[in-house]
């Protein structure tokens, strides 16, 4: 469910390993205006992160190959992706509550379509240029 980024669409990754869940995200992002791109592991996230600079970032905390935190870490290590907004997911509270300073945004799994799609939009709204 990847769509080519526009000049008027900032991206947004999906990095979340269950396709419902994934599914989700994206149509949530794609309602707020975002151009979208779903990595479903870890090892694609990395990759793909070496490669793009997003708006947006929703992350699941526990992914194949790569646990979220990793990426997390790579994302606010990496000086080109310092603007970069993350959206933390998670049903883990102890692990989400020890890595909220390092997000833009923590959410608790189950995450609603609407939740999400007005929380991605505030951030659309603060397009920053990289």
């Not at 526009?6 to 390993?17: F, K, M, N, R, S």
């Not at 090892?43 to 699941?60: F, G, N, S, W, Y």
């Amino acid at each position: 469910m990847n769509q080519q980024p526009t000049d008027t669409q900032p991206i947004a990754l999906i990095i979340e390993d269950n396709a419902d869940q994934n599914l989700v995200f994206t149509m949530a992002l794609k309602k707020a205006g975002y151009s979208t791109e779903s990595l479903y592991n870890g090892t694609d996230a990395q990759q793909r992160l070496k490669e793009v600079i997003p708006h947006v970032v929703v992350l699941d905390l526990h992914m194949p190959d790569i646990d979220g935190n990793v990426i997390l870490a790579q994302i606010r290590n990496d000086r080109r992706l310092t603007k970069v907004n993350v959206i933390l997911a998670t049903a883990d509270a102890a692990f989400a509550d020890a890595l909220e300073s390092q997000a833009d945004l923590v959410l608790l799994k189950p995450v609603s379509f609407s939740q999400l799609s007005e929380l991605a939009d505030r951030f659309k709204k603060r397009v920053r240029k990289h």
